[in-house]
């Protein structure tokens, strides 16, 4: 089991940035593929970006391709997603999540945080 806590949202214009931390507990954490998924209200959660254990692979949505970063540390339990270029459609909450194989889907997802909010104005 690990645990997850997600930091860093806010309230960005739209074109900033934002960086998007996830700390995890548990000595298992270097060998879980990890994700980053995002609510919108209104709308189902939907897939942003994961990244295999030892971040040598990484898989993005189309929506957040080459604006988006996802990275690990593993000697940190910590998984980071760098969002730029931020548009008013970012705006979601956004939960980093871990699973046993690296997936776009969320049912492969075993481990949640609580979420962090991101609102981007326009």
């Known amino acids: 089991q690990v645990q997850l806590v997600e930091s860093g949202g806010g309230l960005v214009q739209a074109g900033g940035s934002l960086r998007l931390s996830c700390a995890a507990s548990g000595r298992t954490f270097s060998t879980y593929p990890m994700g980053w998924f995002r609510q919108a209200p209104g709308k189902e959660r939907e897939f942003v970006a994961a990244?295999?254990?030892?971040?040598?692979?990484?898989s993005y949505a189309d929506s957040v391709k080459g604006r988006f970063t996802i990275s690990r540390d593993n000697a940190e339990n910590t998984v980071t997603l760098q969002m730029n270029s931020l548009k008013p459609e970012d705006t979601a909450v956004y939960y980093c999540?871990?699973?046993?194989?690296?997936?776009?889907?969320?049912?492969?997802?075993?481990?949640w945080g609580q979420g962090t909010q991101v609102t981007v104005s326009s």
């Open positions: 990244i295999n254990w030892n971040g040598g692979t990484s």
């Open positions: 999540a871990a699973s046993r194989v690296l997936s776009t889907r969320d049912y492969d997802y075993r481990n």
